[in-house]
């Protein structure tokens, strides 16, 4: 297995793109997206990638506009993350011809990878990680109404492979612009298998809301529950591994 780290051109500048390439050439294609501020090199994309490309897949996972490497001057915003998606798809299957296209991601990873899917027939299966709904809720109210006070906000994330962190800072234009996409309006467009991950003991995407998201779905689903999982599993490699071969076993049932 080879990754291979590129950039590639967007609407709004460069995306940062790694791309695991099998050792065999193959004509199956997965993208992963990555959550809410996070790296595509995050250990959990980077394990889930890695054990895909075992399984035949050519992966690629990126960093959206305005965030970790990708060298943009957009904003970190919905709207660009799904561009980026767009360009990232249409980048990869100008390199090989691609039969199979496997489209995933994990917490609004998975919300673009679904969003996504709902308007382009090209995708084959859907692989959901941790993705709830709605986006505003009674329990991060207070969150969002101190962003619109202060007008941003400062997160930090740790840095890949580091004891470093990263001070982001989101303006309050994402979430105007994030709530213009709702999801549960394009959910009956979606003509593709679907897989959806919960973690029981999610605190972030709640079992119960991820479940309310997948009941909206079309027919030819699968929902997991897995138990002793919270949403940053990527902490814990023991974790990973579990997620990641459930994920491939399920997988394998879709093909």
Known sequence: MRVEQIFIESTKGK???AINHPEIKTKKLAILCSGFL???DYAHLAGLAEDLCKEGYTVARFDATGIWESKSVGEYLTTHYLEDLKNVIDFMEKQDNFT??????HSKGGFMALYHACQDPRVSALLVIMSAYPFIKES??????KWEKLGKRISHRD???SNKTKE???PFSYVADRLQYDLLAKLPNLQTPLIMVAGAEDQVALPEDVKTLFD???ENKKYLLIPGVGHDYRKYPEQIKLINDIIITNLKQLI
């Open 15 to 17: 995306i940062a793109l």
């Open 38 to 40: 996070d790296s595509k």
């Open 100 to 105: 199979y296209l496997l489209l995933g991601g």
């Open 140 to 145: 991060n109210k207070p969150i969002i109404e």
């Open 159 to 161: 840095i890949p492979n």
């Open 168 to 170: 982001i800072i989101i």
């Open 216 to 218: 909206q779905a079309p």
